[in-house]
């Protein structure tokens, strides 16, 4: 939080209003989901069932947020955030990165994928990590495709072409660049030290 309050406090002026009233709403969906995470599943060392853990997982792995400040830092804020496209690339965004944590973290954490996998599915910890790899994979080839399909709907129109478009596309480039870089950061990071050499490199 303190974190965040500090990249507000220095690029306030560069964020367009609509913007801005996006962002606190998407701030306080976080806030609510990583605090019911924390309070109903992390301190009580509790494992959800895969249903519980979609519910929250989405919204609490902070990668919507990640997603609005590509755009201020690389000035691409899209007209588009509410487009079915773009949500479906947001989607994929989120669940490339939250799936890509889950499969670094250490066996003893409980609010993963696979965890939830293992309980729900009744599989053994191996065979829930290859399914959450699966799903990694999936997802992000249903990321490519949304991005390609929002680049080439600006590429086959060069005559109408407009800022608002451009930035879109940017904004899809962006996510794209953020998502592999993640993964560059969630290998090396001491955050998933524990995991050792569980963590997914790029794909």
Same mark, same amino acid.
């Given at each position: ?40 599943? /992390?301190? #009580?060392?509790?494992?959800?069932? =895969?249903? %519980?853990? @979609? ?6 792995? &902070?990668? +919507? ?11 691409? /804020?899209? #007209?588009?955030?509410?487009?079915? =496209?773009? %949500?479906? @690339? ?6 490339? &990165?939250? +799936? ?104």
């Amino acid at each position: 939080m303190h974190a965040l309050a500090g990249l507000v406090q220095q690029t306030r002026e560069i964020m367009p209003d609509h913007w801005w009233h996006r962002y606190r709403e998407q701030l306080a969906a976080w806030i609510r989901a990583a605090a019911e995470k924390l309070l109903t599943y /992390v301190q #009580p060392g509790r494992t959800p069932t =895969l249903r %519980q853990y @979609l519910a929250i997982r989405p919204a609490d792995g &902070g990668m +919507l947020l990640a997603a609005m400040w590509c755009e201020i830092a690389e000035q691409c /804020v899209t #007209p588009d955030w509410n487009t079915p =496209l773009v %949500q479906g @690339l947001l989607h994929s965004f989120s669940a490339c &990165g939250y +799936l890509a944590n889950d499969l670094a973290a250490g066996p003893d954490e409980t609010f993963t994928a696979v965890a939830a996998l293992v309980r729900t599915a009744d599989l053994s910890p191996r065979d829930a990590r290859q399914r959450a790899q699966s799903l990694l994979s999936a997802e992000e080839q249903r990321f490519w495709w949304a991005h390609t399909a929002l680049r080439d709907s600006d590429e086959s129109r060069p005559h109408h072409r407009t800022g608002l478009l451009r930035a879109t596309t940017r904004f899809a480039l962006h996510l794209d660049r953020f998502r592999l870089a993640l993964h560059e950061w969630t290998g090396a990071s001491s955050r998933y030290a524990s995991a050792g050499d569980q963590s997914p490199g790029p794909t």
